[in-house]
């Protein structure tokens, strides 16, 4: 069952998407019914600028509207297609519940509202008579093009356009408005001893992963700058959007990563801060389970481990990018006074070999520098003792950063976590 099937049965669609289920739309399967907007687009403005011998700068702004929809499209498609192929035959019942009423916010025929509120403020700017001494840009436009009235096609080319984008900018301020609101609300599950379990990491690192698909359509916006060259106004009123969605963005993200680092068990944490030793299992190209101990840490984020770029790990890992890396506590020997947790996910290589090592620390300089500080403040014995003998070493011994070591993020998928002999595992 997925997400969409969830009660009240029906089918979560933005209005976008109920557009192209009609003729011509529908006799293809996105990106490709999005692709034909564009193309729908394109010659429709090519025929208006032939015909009616438009200035070049009109067409070209034109063209930069257009494509700004279509990456919109993509991205906010990309967005739903995430968020109703999640399965929920296994989420407890807190769960289901939160993301039901996330579901019916974000597609909520409410979300319209925004964007005709939008629409309505531009398409009195075109009409206005003068703004701020400036004559209406419909006005404009018509001297530009000596005509005495504008065409009705050129009209409905330029009122449909201007929706098309409206709806798209309105609907992207929504939908961040309210992933705001869906995190206040996870911020209060999150104070409650009876939900606090029913959301994990897993589940909150997942929405970011969804929101990303968002922001990636609301990115679409620069490509509208262009739209300056036709009026100033809308120029201006377009950076202050971008303003304001790119801080409302960054609101929304730190907000999650807050949640995500509040939604792990303090017993959680503590075993992955204090722990010591963990063993790492991968995949060999023979299919066979390979499994070692190795060192980590945890930035509060992501386990990491280092290991050598021409160890077995490394080799099995891009092959196969399925990891598993199981830590454990036994205070003094006892048994039925130990934690452990399991996470099983995918693993993500910084530096294979020498030259993407560079590369990544010229990318992600200050992460990679935070990660080796890291290491050395948790483990200075052994990194100090392996640095006095680092030429009369084995090279998979070796600890220099980027020459012989490769850093490995483990990205959970799921985590199972333990405590003492109890039969009470926290499955997430």
Same mark, same amino acid.
């Given at each position: 069952?997925?997400?969409?099937?969830?009660?009240?049965?029906?089918?979560?669609?933005?209005?976008?998407?109920?557009?192209?289920?009609?003729? *011509?739309?529908?006799?293809?399967?996105?990106?490709?019914?999005?692709?034909?907007?564009?193309?729908?687009?394109?010659?429709?403005?090519?025929?208006?600028?032939?015909?009616?011998?438009?200035?070049?700068?009109?067409?070209?702004?034109?063209?930069?509207?257009?494509?700004?929809?279509?990456?919109?499209?993509?991205?906010? #498609?990309?967005?739903?297609?995430?968020?109703?192929?999640?399965?929920?035959?296994?989420?407890?019942?807190?769960?289901?519940?939160?993301?039901?009423?996330?579901?019916?916010?974000?597609?909520?025929?409410?979300?319209?509202?925004?964007?005709?509120?939008?629409?309505?403020?531009?398409?009195?700017?075109?009409?206005?008579? =003068?703004?701020?001494?400036?004559?209406?840009?419909?006005?404009?436009?018509?001297?530009?093009?000596?005509?005495?009235?504008?065409?009705?096609? #050129?009209?409905?080319?330029? #009122?449909?356009?201007?929706?098309?984008?409206?709806?798209?900018?309105?609907?992207?301020? !929504?939908?961040? /408005?309210?992933?705001?609101?869906?995190?206040?609300?996870?911020?209060?599950?999150?104070?409650?001893?009876?939900?606090?379990?029913?959301?994990?990491?897993?589940?909150?690192?997942?929405?970011?992963?969804?929101?990303? !698909?968002?922001?990636?359509?609301?990115?679409?916006?620069?490509?509208?700058?262009?739209?300056?060259?036709?009026?100033?106004?809308? /120029?201006?009123?377009?950076?202050?959007?971008?303003?304001?969605?790119?801080?409302?963005?960054?609101?929304?993200?730190?907000?999650?990563?807050?949640? !995500?680092?509040?939604?792990? *068990?303090?017993?959680?944490?503590?075993?992955?801060?204090?722990?010591?030793?963990?063993?790492?299992? =991968?995949?060999?190209?023979?299919?066979?389970?390979?499994?070692?101990?190795?060192?980590?840490?945890?930035?509060?984020?992501?386990?990491?481990?280092?290991?050598?770029?021409?160890?077995?790990?490394?080799?099995?890992?891009?092959?196969?990018?399925?990891?598993?890396?199981?830590?454990?506590?036994?205070?003094?020997?006892?048994?039925?006074?130990?934690?452990?947790?399991?996470?099983?996910?995918?693993?993500?290589?910084?530096?294979?070999?020498?030259?993407?090592?560079?590369?990544?620390?010229?990318?992600?300089?200050?992460?990679?520098?935070?990660?080796?500080?890291?290491?050395?403040?948790?483990?200075?014995?052994?990194?100090?003792?392996?640095?006095?003998?680092?030429?009369?070493?084995?090279?998979?011994?070796?600890? !220099?950063?980027?020459?012989?070591?490769?850093?490995?993020?483990?990205?959970?998928?799921? /985590?199972?976590?333990?405590?003492?002999?109890?039969?009470?595992?926290?499955?997430?």
């Amino acid at each position: 069952m997925k997400l969409g099937s969830m009660q009240p049965p029906k089918e979560y669609k933005f209005l976008q998407e109920q557009i192209f289920e009609f003729w *011509p739309f529908n006799k293809f399967k996105s990106p490709m019914n999005v692709f034909l907007l564009l193309i729908l687009y394109v010659i429709w403005g090519m025929t208006l600028f032939l015909y009616y011998d438009i200035p070049i700068y009109y067409f070209i702004a034109g063209f930069c509207g257009v494509f700004g929809l279509f990456l919109w499209t993509i991205g906010i #498609f990309s967005y739903a297609d995430n968020l109703r192929s999640v399965q929920v035959e296994r989420i407890n019942a807190a769960n289901k519940k939160f993301l039901t009423e996330f579901l019916e916010n974000l597609f909520h025929p409410s979300s319209l509202v925004v964007s005709v509120l939008v629409f309505s403020v531009v398409i009195t700017y075109y009409f206005s008579s =003068t703004t701020f001494g400036v004559e209406s840009l419909l006005v404009k436009i018509q001297q530009d093009m000596n005509l005495n009235t504008l065409p009705p096609i #050129f009209l409905l080319y330029i #009122f449909l356009l201007t929706f098309d984008l409206c709806y798209r900018l309105g609907l992207s301020l !929504y939908v961040i /408005l309210t992933q705001i609101r869906r995190n206040v609300r996870l911020a209060g599950y999150l104070k409650s001893p009876l939900l606090r379990t029913s959301f994990s990491p897993v589940d909150i690192a997942n929405l970011e992963k969804m929101d990303y !698909y968002n922001y990636m359509a609301i990115c679409s916006s620069f490509t509208l700058l262009p739209l300056g060259i036709i009026d100033l106004f809308l /120029l201006y009123a377009l950076i202050l959007f971008i303003v304001v969605t790119f801080s409302l963005m960054l609101v929304n993200i730190v907000h999650l990563r807050i949640l !995500y680092t509040r939604s792990f *068990p303090q017993g959680l944490l503590s075993l992955l801060r204090s722990a010591k030793l963990a063993r790492v299992a =991968t995949i060999s190209t023979n299919r066979f389970p390979h499994v070692v101990p190795t060192l980590f840490v945890f930035d509060g984020r992501s386990i990491f481990i280092a290991t050598s770029i021409i160890s077995q790990k490394v080799k099995n890992l891009k092959h196969n990018a399925n990891i598993a890396i199981f830590i454990d506590s036994q205070p003094d020997g006892d048994l039925t006074k130990g934690t452990g947790v399991l996470v099983a996910g995918h693993a993500k290589i910084y530096g294979y070999n020498m030259w993407m090592g560079i590369i990544y620390y010229l990318v992600r300089g200050f992460r990679m520098v935070r990660l080796l500080m890291l290491f050395r403040r948790k483990y200075p014995h052994y990194i100090s003792h392996y640095l006095k003998g680092q030429r009369d070493l084995p090279r998979a011994w070796q600890v !220099y950063p980027i020459i012989s070591r490769a850093i490995v993020e483990i990205i959970p998928d799921q /985590l199972y976590f333990w405590k003492a002999s109890r039969p009470t595992l926290v499955k997430f």
